[in-house]
């Protein structure tokens, strides 16, 4: 609330006498006065003083106006006729003393200017300080969800979060009409592995059978979550029982085909899986427990069967899996299972607005090419580097009304969000494994 130095823009050698008294008499002997002209040049050129009083004459409204944004962190005060206070306040003043000045006054008005000010400073601190703080608490929050959502040791979803994405892709399904399928997997013998390479083999045998197969779930929708010790769940969005029997024998095949060795196991020579799966249409009468149940069923009449199979009631098809002939186009993307709820519908947003860029619809346009910048920072936030390459690409041709450019660019946006592999699992350090040192011996 001290004011040790003062700037006054005055042309009258009466008013600035009063001034200068009615400064002094709150302790401010360091006084510039400058003429109007010189203002500008005045707080722009040193050190910006504690306070600024403008003397208008002729009712220069438009000066005081100028001079505002440049007083933004000091008091102004303004001297002026009575009808015109008003207008000074609207004009960017922070106090008005009405002709003619009287010292007392003047000094009342100057003090409450300064207090004002100090207080709005101390009230902006104050909300900036609690803005980044409750910006860090959400920061914190954010990284603790992303902790306790994944499985430590395979990086996939752990049960909690599984459950809670599955909940989710329920009731949406329930609102589209879209069939949920499940494939429950369990490795086979998996204790006996245990037993013979060691826990520490077991946690790596865990590993690269999660990393193979989270590769086989090709839709942004399909993830992979650990339902317990050694059993996994693969959700499948919009699948039918048909679709369900292709991925669990996919599954199934892909880790047979690592070759890990199992010399204690009953059914193969090396580590293999058995799924069971369901689909079923959600419905306000059904819940979700009860395709879980009956993919749970399907797992364990396969493993009566033999172990190593597949189970569940779904027309015959031929299987997809072909592991000499990879089948994705572009490079996988792997992100965090945080994500999984979020991408899917991310890419469709991303799939609709490129589609109307590449309509060159002109009263959608505009609209449109906003979006696109808004995309790319979510694309940032998600990871999804080429995604934000392809919409930046876009979004400047668009901007920039090259036409053929925005058009070509967007249809590569449309392949890429149309075949992308999205793999939900983070990054784990791997334990150093027995089941290798079997296969090299």
Not at 118 to 141: F, G, M
Not at 382 to 408: F, I, K, P
Request: some cysteine; proline content about 5%; glycine content about 6%.
């Amino acid at each position: 609330m001290y004011v040790t130095t003062a700037l006054l823009i005055d042309e009258e050698p009466t008013t600035k006498s009063v001034v200068r008294d009615a400064l002094a008499s709150i302790g401010c002997t360091d006084v510039k006065a400058v003429a109007l002209r010189d203002a500008q040049a005045a707080l722009t050129a040193g050190p910006m003083p504690d306070l600024v009083v403008v003397h208008m004459v002729e009712s220069n409204i438009t000066t005081l106006r100028l001079l505002h944004p440049f007083t933004v962190d000091v008091p102004l005060l303004a001297i002026c006729d009575e009808d015109d206070v008003d207008v000074a306040i609207l004009a960017g003043a922070a106090e008005c003393v009405a002709r003619p000045v009287r010292e007392r006054e003047l000094a009342c008005r100057i003090r409450a200017a300064v207090r004002d000010r100090a207080e709005a400073k101390h009230r902006a601190t104050r909300e900036r300080k609690l803005s980044d703080a409750i910006a860090a608490l959400q920061r914190e929050k954010h990284v603790l969800e992303r902790l306790v959502c994944v499985d430590t040791l395979t990086g996939v979803a752990n049960r909690r979060h599984t459950l809670a994405l599955l909940a989710a892709e329920w009731r949406r399904s329930a609102r589209d009409d879209l069939s949920v399928a499940l494939v429950m997997l369990d490795l086979d013998c998996y204790h006996t592995y245990n037993e013979t390479y060691g826990h520490l083999g077991g946690d790596a045998c865990l590993q690269r059978v999660t990393e193979a197969m989270v590769k086989c779930l090709r839709r942004p929708s399909d993830f992979l979550g650990r339902y317990g010790g050694e059993e996994f769940i693969a959700v499948l969005p919009n699948t039918n029982a048909a679709g369900a029997r292709i991925v669990a024998e996919r599954l199934r095949g892909t880790v047979e085909a690592l070759g890990i060795p199992h010399t204690a196991s009953s059914c193969a020579r090396v580590v293999t899986v058995t799924a069971g799966f369901a689909a079923m249409k959600p419905t306000a009468a059904v819940a979700m427990e009860t395709v879980i149940a009956l993919a749970d069923q399907a797992l364990l009449r396969a493993k009566a069967r033999g172990r190593n199979c597949i189970g569940g009631e779904a027309p015959s098809v031929v299987p997809s899996w072909m592991p000499a002939q990879p089948w994705h186009r572009y490079a996988p993307v792997f992100a965090d299972p945080w994500f999984a709820d979020r991408i899917p519908p991310f890419l469709a947003s991303i799939h609709e607005t490129a589609c109307v860029v590449l309509d060159g619809s002109a009263p959608q346009q505009r609209p449109a090419i906003a979006k696109l910048w808004l995309l790319k920072t979510c694309a940032h936030e998600l990871g999804l580097l080429v995604v934000e390459t392809l919409l930046g690409d876009v979004g400047r041709a668009a901007s920039a009304g090259e036409v053929a450019l925005a058009r070509r660019t967007a249809e590569q946006l449309i392949e890429y969000v149309e075949h992308v592999q999205v793999v939900y699992r983070r990054a784990v350090d791997s334990p150093r494994t027995a089941c290798e040192s079997a296969q090299t011996g």
